[in-house]
């Protein structure tokens, strides 16, 4: 099994910063792609960035010039800087990884999900 952990998350003003990371961890795997996700109270969870193993970013146009998406292959570990926050932002992250684990059977795909932080952007 695949699992990833993030932190970082809780309150902060609009304009503010904060910083998530997501590791993940478990047995012998390959990571593919990482990014984040996340979901407002009411709403549909959206993608807000990914990043691949090449260092090959994609970002939502609302989130482009604030937010950035940055990894460490050694450390199997992502991050999320957000600049700029604002209150409509308020929401849990969500942490995605795919790629391949070795398994007893060989080679296999794997797509997890983090349990989520919250982020709360609140005067």
């Known amino acids: 099994q695949v699992q990833l952990v993030e932190s970082g998350g809780g309150l902060v003003q609009p304009g503010g910063s904060l910083r998530l990371s997501c590791a993940a961890s478990?047995?012998?795997?390959?990571?593919?792609?990482m990014g984040w996700y996340r979901q407002a109270p009411g709403k549909q969870r959206e993608v807000v960035a990914f990043?691949?193993?090449?260092?090959?970013?994609n970002y939502a146009d609302s989130m482009k010039g604030r937010f950035t998406i940055s990894r460490d292959n050694a450390k199997n570990t992502v991050y999320l800087q957000m600049n700029s926050l604002k209150p409509e932002e308020t929401a849990v992250y969500y942490c995605n990884a795919d790629g391949r684990r070795f398994t007893s059977t060989g080679w296999r795909t794997f797509n997890v999900w983090g349990k989520g932080t919250l982020v709360t952007v609140s005067s």
């Open positions: 478990g047995s012998i795997f390959v990571i593919n792609r």
């Open positions: 990043i691949t193993n090449g260092g090959s970013t």
